[in-house]
């Protein structure tokens, strides 16, 4: 039998952890949220502007549908790339969305859109291999290429493009050991919105190599002007793009945890023999209600979508009469990203002290890489008389400070 004093020592013996875990990054925004639940347990009250999901709930008839479900037991593990009938439902919004013909077999259901990075990365990037991303972005490309020992190389996405990226510099990135490009669009922090004449000189700056595009679309139904487009539209380029889609965002749908990769069948049976060692399928009843998602009343999406829009303008506006802030309208996603250098504070500092000294919970501009820097991060997935009262904190603390 153990005894209690082997069991003690061995808690306190070193933790001899593989390598790769000293490189694994994070989210900030956990963090953020965490440091100001604990000053709100101090009593002070805060404005939540760190967490990038939408404040609604998800819409009445999923939910029946996924109550619906678990009674009628789907409850058991289902295949592992996805139900059928939801691979078939997202391959028909895939087609006819994206204007190309994607197949069952090319859907790999997963639990939210984070395991199609995962996948991804640990699926092409070899130690020494070279992944071009986006930064700032989304902290889990960077996190993830550094994970799998690849070279992580950074595209920077420029303000005064709409915080697209200059296509030559993209072109120039590009090696002999280029295993993967990374887009996101509509864009997490910026809100940037790829147009139809980026994708295509992107597509032209790749050409024919044989480089793999992951194109994070997860923000797809959050776009305010024009429309979405996407790269695995252009000719040549379908059976070289890992497309990432969800509910997470599209449906209010975060804690569901659901999301899809569509990609070339062969490719499927691969990052679905991932499934298999990770997650064995995700949850049944959850996609069964992913169906009612995709196949029923839409009009929740545009409910939202114009929610979001009409705090986008509002915030935006009251960001730029403050001092020190200038902030683009952004095109897509529910996040403003204001350039705050004239303030003279850099941006991790500054997102403390608003967090500590004026209750609003932002994010720095580098949470999302070393880009980032000069900027901070406001989701507006929160009600207009909170983002009010962020905008009146905001503004009293630069009259005390700036
Ligand atoms: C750009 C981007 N990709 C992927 C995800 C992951 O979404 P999910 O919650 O469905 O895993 C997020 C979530 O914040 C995101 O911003």
Redesign the pocket.
Known sequence: MTSFATMEKATQSELRLAERMSRLGTETAFEVLNKARALEREGKEIVHLEI?EPDFDTPKNIIEAGVEALHNGWTHYGPSAGLPELRQAIAQEVSHSRGVQVASDEVVVVP???PI?FFTILAFADVGDEVIYPNPG?PIYESMIHYVGAQAVPIRLQEEKDFGFDVDEMASLITDRTKLIIL?SPH?PTGGVLSERDIADIAEAIGERNIMVLS?E?YSRLVFEGEHHSIMSVPGFKERTIL?D?F?KTYAM?GWRM?YGVMRPDLATHITRLMTNSNSCTASFTQVAGIEAIRGDQSSVDRMRAEFQRRRDVFVAGLNRIKGFSCRMPKGAFYVFPNVTTTGWKSKKLADALLEEAGVACLSGTAFGDFGEGYLRFSVANSLENLNKALERVDQWTKRNL
């Open positions: 990038g939210g859109g984070k990075i989304f996101n997490n994070d997860i990432l969800g997470s975060t999301g």
